[in-house]
């Protein structure tokens, strides 16, 4: 499973960005997928993850209402819509794989490389 995320950059406060993370490999399907976050000097954090079909997400609640996940199967690709963001939304942000959204939540079997996220003015 390969997982390559894409779409960080710098935001001013309230605004929005998108992000997105390209997967692929044969033990891809079927897989949820995830998005998390580390800001500097914290702990990676989970944020939101969707099933396969995309028929089912569960967010923390640091973001439950700003941001929101969804994916193109089509296209291999999971997104994370982000909303009135805040300067503490600053962090680099991972997608993640796993085989529910319940393990893909706390211990995904796989890992994109981070993207970097700003929000400041």
């Known amino acids: 499973v390969q997982l390559q995320a894409s779409g960080g950059g710098l935001v001013q406060p309230g605004g929005s960005l998108r992000l997105s993370c390209r997967y692929s490999?044969?033990?891809?399907?079927?897989?949820?997928m995830g998005w998390f976050r580390q800001a500097p000097g914290k702990e990676r954090e989970f944020l939101a993850a969707i099933t396969w079909r995309g028929d089912s997400t569960i967010y923390a609640d640091s973001v439950k209402g700003r941001f929101n996940i969804s994916r193109d199967n089509a296209r291999n690709t999971v997104y994370l819509q982000m909303n009135s963001l805040k300067p503490e939304d600053t962090a680099v942000y991972y997608c993640a794989a796993g085989a529910s959204i319940f393990i893909v939540s706390r211990t995904p079997r796989a890992w994109g490389q981070g993207t970097l996220v700003t929000v400041s003015s």
């Open positions: 490999g044969r033990l891809i399907s079927g897989y949820s």
